[in-house]
């Protein structure tokens, strides 16, 4: 069975030494109540990670979740854990006081998140959507819907979904079908049916409260005309309990490659009591709030991912035995060497150590971002907020995308025992597989960011994100040192402005140009902001190293690390680089009907 040891020394490196949480936390409205507490959820966030889910998640996988007369059951254990979770005050951590919150910054959930994501993602999927839900109601929702709904949300005694997609439409919510009718009492009834639903349907909390896309019986054709409404599993009663069932069911279970521990239901809406969220026909506003929140959580589920792939994939290495070193023997006194010993086992390590650290960097400095969003001066959060909007999809989509890449390497660590279950490899790669589909796909994300936070305003927000990583680099040009850092981070920064113009001139002419261009360009634009990074934290070390710290082999594996990822994984940029701008010409010449030449029947 695969094991969990949350990364502290790692997570208090990026937090204290490369962030500067304490000062970060110290400008927040009350924030330093978070200062204060910040050790003691690390400490007791790592147990719970450790001690209750990681045991979980295995069994769960394998015993997966079961669907009997519209009742789902999870897996065992899962219902336990839960009301642990609930009982030691997780889910109210980062909410409003107002509503029965904690205050604390959103940046400290996040923290938690990773350790969650990486013991046991299918059962942290469970309170997980329901953050999505408390966003959208906290922001959208009237004082009534606050108190009925948020404040049982914020205690974990009520959980949340996001219904957005349907069978016929996927991305394109501008084409869905469900429809909500105005009631005299100023209800809707809700009917249609949602697919793909995360945690549609358990038995963990009292009430299931459904965010639902839907459309009114006037409603503009398309995005325009789409509203956004709660529907509760059971409506509640005179004081606000959990009353009668309303008019939703769990229709069916998605037979999956992954999360196997996590109810994916067909939800089925009849004439289901409804309260809208927002104005109507303005549910894209609130469905983003959801959405942009979710897509930073699947990024912490890529890199999650990779950090327990990784802790799984060293132990075995420094244990299995097979071959000699090249060079000679390492372990003479044993039959064979340990297989970390092999140049390409390191090479499959350092893939995973790199892309989990250098993701953890990014992922806590854009956390940094959406605490400035919620409580920062309108200055600052003018300013976190776009560049938040230009990190965001890089964060959903590269860490979905190297993070299956790292857990395919964890796999392959393992040889031929990856392949078999009990080891629990190979569910990592399942898991991980679905982070690069869900809340949009890497191709979604692409667009997003190279057509929507990046042309669209004329490389604006771009310019201020390489203006910082530009004065960085001016910082440390002059130390010695970081000469091997500062050199190709210069010049890729000016390259990633270079191309962006390139891409921007050639879309002008053919709009396609940007479809055909953008993958490669996220991919590109997550190298950069890696290795941006990765320098900073190998100045750290290499400082650290010079002062003589006790930390020596620490601060020797970040550097060492660094140097790896500048190496062998940042010179990917040329090929992003030449494949974003080979053009459109390749990729549309071809006429449809020639696809399949050769095997029609």
């Known amino acids: 069975m695969p094991t969990y040891k949350t990364p502290l020394r790692d997570i208090r490196f990026v937090m204290n030494e490369l962030l500067n949480f304490e000062g970060h936390y110290r400008a927040l409205p009350g924030g330093e109540d978070a200062i204060e507490v910040t050790d003691a959820i690390l400490e007791e966030g790592a147990k719970f990670a450790e001690n209750v889910l990681t045991p979980l998640n295995l069994p769960g996988d394998q015993q997966g979740c079961s669907l009997e007369d519209g009742v789902v059951t999870v897996p065992d254990g899962f219902k336990e854990a839960y009301q642990q979770y609930v009982d030691g005050g997780w889910p109210s951590m980062t909410q409003n006081p107002e509503y029965g919150g904690q205050g604390l910054p959103h940046s400290l959930g996040l923290v938690m998140n990773e350790m969650i994501c990486s013991s046991n993602l299918a059962w942290g999927m469970y309170p997980g959507l329901s953050h999505g839900a408390m966003s959208a109601l906290e922001h959208h929702g009237t004082e ?100 009668e069932r309303n008019g939703v069911v769990c229709g069916s279970l998605e037979h999956k490659m992954g999360i196997h521990g996590n109810s994916t239901c067909v939800m089925n809406f009849d004439d289901a009591t409804g309260y809208m969220v927002g104005q109507p026909n303005k549910g894209l506003a609130a469905m983003f709030t959801m959405m942009n929140a979710a897509r930073i959580g699947v990024g912490i589920q890529g890199q999650a991912l990779i950090e327990v792939s990784f802790q799984n994939a060293l132990a ?144 604006e927000t771009l310019r201020k994100f390489t203006k910082q990583i530009h004065k960085y680099c001016q910082s440390i040009s002059q130390q010695e040192l970081m000469h091997d850092f500062a050199k190709p981070l210069i010049e890729l920064n000016k390259e990633w402005g270079d191309l962006t113009m390139k891409i921007g001139m050639s879309a002008m002419k053919n709009r396609e140009e940007v479809g055909a261009a953008s993958v490669d360009y996220l991919m590109y634009s997550g190298y950069v902001v890696l290795a941006y990074f990765w320098a900073q934290m190998a100045e750290i070390a290499q400082k650290k190293l010079a002062e003589g710290s006790s930390e020596q082999a620490f601060y020797q594996a970040k550097l060492d690390t660094a140097r790896f990822y500048y190496a062998r994984l940042l010179p990917r940029t040329r090929a992003h680089a030449a494949a974003m701008t080979a053009g459109v010409d390749c990729l549309l010449a071809m006429e449809e009907s020639a696809f399949g030449l050769g095997f029609e029947v």
């Open 316 to 459: 075995y290495a420094r244990d299995r035995l097979q071959m000699r070193a090249l060079s000679g023997p390492k372990a003479p006194e044993k039959a064979a060497d340990p297989i970390i010993v092999h140049p390409d086992v390191r090479r499959m390590l350092l893939t995973q150590k790199a892309f989990s650290e250098g993701g953890r960097a990014l992922i806590l400095y854009t956390a940094q971002l959406v605490d400035l969003v919620e409580y920062g001066s309108d200055e600052d959060k003018k300013e976190a907020d776009e560049i938040l909007g230009l990190l965001t999809p890089i964060v959903k989509a590269f860490l979905t995308e190297v993070g299956f890449e790292a857990t395919n390497e964890g796999v392959q660590v393992f040889g031929g025992h990856g392949f078999i279950q009990e080891w629990g490899m190979e569910q990592f790669v399942r898991d991980a597989r679905i982070t690069r589909l869900y809340e949009g796909t890497t191709g979604i994300q692409a667009l997003d960011l190279l057509g929507r936070k990046i042309l669209m305003n004329q490389g």
């Open 144 to 243: 009534e819907l606050k108190q009925t709904y948020l404040t049982k949300l914020i205690e974990g005694r009520w959980t949340g979904t996001m219904c957005l997609t349907e069978p016929h439409c996927g991305t394109d919510l501008g084409l869905i079908k469900t429809r909500a009718i105005p009631e005299a009492d100023g209800s809707y009834k809700v009917s249609g049916t949602k697919i793909f639903i995360s945690a549609g349907e358990h038995e963990l909390s009292e009430n299931i409260v459904h965010l639902v896309l839907a459309k009114l019986p006037d409603a503009p054709a398309g995005s325009k005309g789409i509203s956004l409404f709660v529907v509760p599993k059971f409506l509640p009663d005179a004081a606000g309990e959990a009353g």
